[in-house]
């Protein structure tokens, strides 16, 4: 029963692919080359995407005592039908104690995510 704190970020990218798997490939490829992060192919309501999860461990100094923080994201990289357009969606905590329910409500958000067509 402690609070927790998520943030969503979401921005949409152009991309210079002409299907949707070859955009998925080259995330996987771009992913590959870093250490940063681990990844993985989904499968979406939308289609294929690459979900990464990272870490990064920082100090906060109070009192001259340094409180490490774990700062952790999961993030959902989703091309448009295309391809053409990749969005990047991510949940990002520091609470890292509940983790495994930052993931099953990160995951129900990118269950949720689709595209819609521009208007006007």
Same mark, same amino acid.
């Given at each position: 029963?402690?609070?927790?704190?998520?943030?969503?970020t979401g921005i949409a990218m152009p991309s210079d692919h002409h299907r949707k798997s070859e955009a998925?490939?080259?995330?996987?490829?771009?992913?590959? !080359?870093?250490?940063?992060? =681990?990844? $993985? +192919?989904?499968? *979406?309501? /939308?289609?294929? !995407?690459?979900?990464?999860? =990272?870490? $990064? +461990?920082?100090? *906060?100094? /109070?009192?001259?005592?340094?409180?490490?923080?774990?700062?952790?994201?999961?993030?959902?990289? /989703?091309?448009?039908?295309?391809?053409?357009?990749?969005?990047?969606?991510?949940?990002?905590?520091?609470?890292?104690?509940?983790?495994?329910?930052?993931?099953?409500?990160?995951?129900?958000?990118?269950?949720?995510?689709?595209?819609?067509?521009?208007?006007?």
């Amino acid at each position: 029963m402690r609070p927790i704190m998520v943030t969503l970020t979401g921005i949409a990218m152009p991309s210079d692919h002409h299907r949707k798997s070859e955009a998925v490939a080259d995330l996987l490829e771009l992913h590959r !080359a870093s250490a940063d992060s =681990t990844f $993985e +192919e989904i499968r *979406l309501p /939308v289609g294929p !995407a690459v979900v990464t999860v =990272t870490e $990064e +461990e920082n100090a *906060l100094v /109070v009192d001259e005592e340094p409180i490490h923080v774990l700062t952790r994201q999961l993030t959902a990289w /989703v091309p448009d039908p295309d391809g053409t357009t990749i969005a990047v969606v991510s949940v990002m905590t520091n609470s890292f104690q509940d983790w495994e329910h930052v993931c099953t409500l990160a995951l129900d958000i990118f269950d949720s995510f689709g595209w819609e067509p521009l208007s006007g």
